[in-house]
């Protein structure tokens, strides 16, 4: 049974770096492709940016120049970096298996940018 | 960017009756490379079609999907409680990939 877990601070201040892990189980890290996915209180999905298992990444180019998606295959580990970030990114957060759709996803966290 | 847009924002529907989706795509979409989500209250999306048409694993066989090109579309056959929540359609055929604004059904 595939398994996800987002973990990570749910308070950033303005023009700090988020920084959000995910623990995947049940499923083979390095043969899938992983994905970060956001949702504003109330509002719709963004889609972030991917780690595709050959080691490349693709990022949504709204937020290309703040982020970073990285894996830890020996942690089955997949992290997001977000810089400078704004109210603007203040969101629930959500990992999930795919680069095209995402048939597991973690259940999200909520991270408040707020001074 | 490929923008979807679906109609209508709110379907109020009774259980029994069939529910019907839509999903326009700004430019067509290759490949039909379209999926729909079902979201609930405090819950992550749930996949329920990819590719268009192709039902996820688990998924009852009263939700469908069909489309291509620019027109996609959702449909349940017969609603159950259980299927009062926000779709979400998504397309993959284009990079990035982008979701739709959803569509709220909720119980008449």
């Known amino acids: 049974q595939v398994q996800l877990q987002e973990s990570g601070p749910g308070l950033v201040k303005p023009s700090e770096t988020l920084s959000l892990t995910c623990s995947v189980s049940?499923?083979?890290?390095?043969?899938?492709?992983w994905s970060w996915i956001r949702q504003p209180p109330g509002k719709g999905l963004e889609y972030i940016g991917y780690f595709y298992y050959s080691g490349s990444t693709n990022y949504n180019p709204s937020l290309r120049s703040r982020v970073t998606i990285s894996v830890d295959t020996s942690k089955n580990q997949l992290s997001l970096k977000l810089s400078s970030v704004t109210a603007a990114d203040t969101a629930v957060y959500y990992c999930?298996?795919?680069?095209?759709?995402?048939?597991?996803w973690g259940q999200g966290t909520l991270v408040t940018v707020s001074s | 960017e490929i923008v979807l847009t679906q109609s209508p924002g709110t379907l109020s529907l009774s259980p029994g009756e069939r529910a019907t989706l839509s999903c326009r795509a700004s430019?067509?979409?290759?490949?039909?490379?379209l999926a729909w989500y079902q979201q609930k209250p405090g819950q992550a999306p749930r996949l329920l079609i990819y590719d268009a048409s192709s039902r996820a694993t688990g998924i009852p066989d009263r939700f469908s999907g069909s489309g291509s090109g620019t027109d996609f579309t959702l449909t349940i056959s017969r609603l159950e409680p259980e299927d009062f929540a926000v779709y979400y359609c998504?397309?993959?055929?284009?990079?990035?990939?982008?979701f739709g604004q959803g569509t709220k059904l909720e119980i008449k």
């Open positions: 430019q067509s979409v290759s490949s039909s490379y």
């Open positions: 998504q397309q993959y055929g284009g990079s990035p990939n982008s």
């Open positions: 999930a298996r795919g680069r095209r759709y995402f048939d597991y």
């Open positions: 049940g499923a083979s890290f390095t043969t899938s492709s």
